[in-house]
């Protein structure tokens, strides 16, 4: 009886150590995922900060004088919060639209122009466009002519 019980015993103990054993097994196999999703996350994370660190140590912008003072954009031309294609994008325009031109700086050897967008909001109605989204461009004795009209 005794014998029986001691081989109870170990049976009883060697199943509660093979489930201790699974369950530990379960839980590093979820840190290691957890830890293999932190670091491709960490690395993007990283990559964005290299490239947003470049645009604050090597901002070349020269303002250049302003020749045009309204501008047609094409569809799809995104609008940035600064003269730069890293910068955030304030949004993208869905149909062609007629703008008011407010400045024009040259940054990493691109136009951009700083521009004011007709719509009803004051909200993300600034930003500055590339030079390549403009379908053609008004000067000022014409514009004021439009305006006049």
């Known amino acids: 009886m005794k014998i029986l019980l001691f081989l109870l015993f170990i049976i009883v103990a060697s199943g509660s150590l093979?489930?201790?054993i699974y369950n530990y097994e379960?839980?590093?196999s979820s840190v290691k995922k957890q830890l293999i999703?932190?670091?491709?996350?960490?690395f993007k994370l990283k990559s964005k900060y290299n490239q947003l660190n470049?645009?604050?140590h090597n901002p070349s912008i020269m303002f250049l004088d302003l020749t045009e003072?309204?501008?047609?954009?094409?569809?799809d031309s995104i609008v940035y919060l600064s003269p730069n294609e890293l910068a955030?994008?304030?949004q993208t325009l869905d149909i062609s639209m007629e703008v008011y031109i407010l400045d024009k700086a040259l940054c990493n050897k691109t136009v951009w122009y700083y521009v004011s967008l007709p719509i009803d909001t004051n909200i993300n109605s600034r930003g500055w466009v590339k030079e390549d989204c403009f379908?053609?461009?008004?000067?000022k004795s014409s514009y004021t002519d439009i305006i006049k009209c």
């Open 18 to 20: 093979l489930f201790l």
């Open 26 to 28: 379960n839980r590093i």
């Open 37 to 42: 999703a932190s670091q491709e996350q960490f």
């Open 54 to 56: 470049t645009l604050k």
């Open 69 to 75: 003072h309204a501008g047609l954009l094409t569809k």
């Open 88 to 90: 955030p994008a304030l």
């Open 135 to 139: 379908s053609s461009f008004l000067d």
